[in-house]
């Protein structure tokens, strides 16, 4: 019984220091309703078409789903679709800025999906072609991240064992699913 009870406190302490990024735990949660708290107007709730080439106006995240974003794919030969977890420091988190230059190089369609809201890395000046997405949580009916990604992924296509951050498709249908910007 001692041993169950250390095991929990080491479990407990674990958690709250490796997750914990300014007393948040980035990435269970969508902070949605905290972004739009902190900051209205990142927030483009009702866009004309997420799908139009643009350069992304600066600050503006569009809101969508897995549906609608699979409509975009189904327009264009090549894209890739980059699932962007914005405090993330391990060896497979990305430069946007250094995706959109090697997607321009390929001339592959790109869309960022952001995993979870975060308000101050959203507001950096991207040089992107479309706005950011973030995850319609409503739409998903959740606020964990784990479940209305899975969901978002599964509607996108129509998969649901995929777990790496970059999609790519040809002609709408996804070819392959891979962690490194060297596959591209």
Excluded at 20 to 33: A, R
Excluded at 69 to 75: A, D, E, F, I, M
Excluded at 107 to 116: D, H, S, T
Excluded at 137 to 158: A, C, E, G, P, V
Aim: hydrophobic share 35%.
């Amino acid at each position: 019984m001692k041993k169950l009870k250390y095991l929990i406190y080491f479990s407990i302490c674990f958690l709250t220091t490796s997750c914990s990024i300014n007393g948040n735990f980035q990435g269970l949660f969508s902070y949605y309703k905290k972004t739009v708290k902190d900051n209205p107007n990142l927030i483009d709730k009702s866009p004309a078409s997420i799908c139009e080439t643009r350069l992304a106006m600066a600050h503006n995240v569009v809101i969508a789903n897995g549906i609608k974003l699979k409509q975009c794919v189904n327009r264009s030969a090549n894209v890739l679709v980059y699932v962007w977890s914005p405090n993330c420091k391990s060896g497979y988190c990305y430069s946007l800025n250094a995706i959109q230059t090697k997607c321009d190089e390929k001339n592959i369609e790109l869309f960022i999906v952001a995993e979870y809201y975060d308000d101050k890395k959203m507001q950096l000046d991207y040089h992107l072609r479309r706005s950011i997405i973030g995850i319609d949580t409503k739409y998903y009916k959740t606020n964990l991240t784990s479940k209305y990604l899975s969901k978002f992924i599964n509607d996108l296509t129509s998969k649901s064992d995929i777990h790496n951050r970059f999609l790519y498709f040809t002609n709408g249908i996804l070819s392959k699913s891979f962690d490194s910007i060297d596959s591209i």
